[in-house]
């Protein structure tokens, strides 16, 4: 049987999109009961992490470990690839050895690689392009939210980076309606802005952008591997800041959503979080567990 990968959420047909987000629901509302099945009993999902993480490494092997199987953290300093084995070779090894493997890059070029020399699953746990993990657990939130996200109206504020590129490719899938302030300097890559195929619209404004949104989102002005360019960065941004007097012109039921890591003082003001209108953050976070169960459960059983 043919293997599926997923590097972008296009990787995945949409009713196959709709199917695991529903197990999604149905994973969270188990893990709530703690009961917990044994899907991918003796399964092992590595894990290759070339930059940091706190929420993609702790839910995808807590997810394997509540499905009865395991995950095995990989740093490429501490593997052989550090060492300039080449990703095709390691591809192939770890075929060999484990379900699925899930990789954290700072060049989407190697996650494509990689998934073309493995004979099993290979997920992108974000990259310089984009996060579809990050959107599997930002859709289940607005669903929870929303019920049916379809034509909800989105806005994305901030830096066009690889989370936003994910928000452009999920507004065509879901249908929802995106609305992007973002610097002239820092907008999305126009292949991405094409996946959107017409549900997203540019605006000069932050506050143009918030006008009526159901949601809003941002996340870091500089992203891992841009810390040389944060002075520049500061400047361009300002202004950009998502603050309780921002959501005030948002619609009334409006629900704030952030990837995290958040940089107070940055792209959210040191207040927000304790405005209840921002307390999606949270199951948004913990949604990534249920969303990847659901995800790797898709992958690995089919
Ligand atoms: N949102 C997200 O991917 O967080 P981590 O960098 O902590 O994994
Ligand atoms: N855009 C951020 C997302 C972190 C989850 C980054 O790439 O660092």
Request: contains cysteine; negative net charge.
């Amino acid at each position: 049987m043919a293997k599926t990968d997923f590097l972008t959420l296009n990787s995945l047909s949409p009713p196959a999109l709709f199917k695991v987000l529903e197990r999604a629901h149905a994973l969270k509302n188990s893990y709530h009961a703690r009961e917990f099945s044994q899907t991918l009993k003796q399964h092992v999902l590595a894990m290759i992490f070339e930059k940091s993480s706190t929420r993609t490494r702790v839910s995808f092997e807590a997810g394997m470990t509540q499905l009865g199987g395991s995950a095995i953290f990989l740093s490429p300093t501490d593997t052989q690839l550090g060492r300039g084995e080449p990703l095709e070779d390691t591809a192939r090894v770890l075929s060999e050895m484990v379900s699925a493997v899930m990789i954290r890059t700072d060049d989407h070029n190697k996650l494509e690689r990689f998934a073309e020399a493995a004979t099993i699953p290979v997920i992108n746990g974000l990259s310089d392009s984009c996060h579809p993990c990050q959107l599997l657990a930002d859709v289940q939130t607005m669903q929870e939210r929303f019920g049916d996200v379809r034509n909800l109206r989105v806005a994305w504020i901030g830096d066009g980076n690889n989370v936003c590129h994910s928000y452009l490719e999920a507004a065509n899938i879901f249908e929802f309606n995106l609305t992007v302030a973002v610097p002239s300097s820092y907008k999305p890559a126009p292949e991405w802005v094409e996946k959107a195929n017409g549900r997203v619209t540019f605006v000069d404004s932050p506050e143009d952008a918030v006008k009526g949104a159901q949601v809003v989102t941002t996340d870091v002005w500089t992203s891992m591997g841009q810390e040389n360019e944060i002075q520049d960065r500061l400047r361009a941004f300002n202004g950009y800041q998502i603050t309780p007097a921002l959501l005030d012109s948002a619609a009334k039921d409006v629900c704030f959503l952030h990837c995290l890591p958040a940089h107070k003082g940055e792209e959210i003001s040191d207040n927000l979080f304790a405005d209840s209108r921002t307390n999606s953050v949270w199951s948004q976070a913990g949604n990534r567990l249920h969303a990847q169960k659901a995800l790797l459960e898709h992958l690995i059983n089919g």
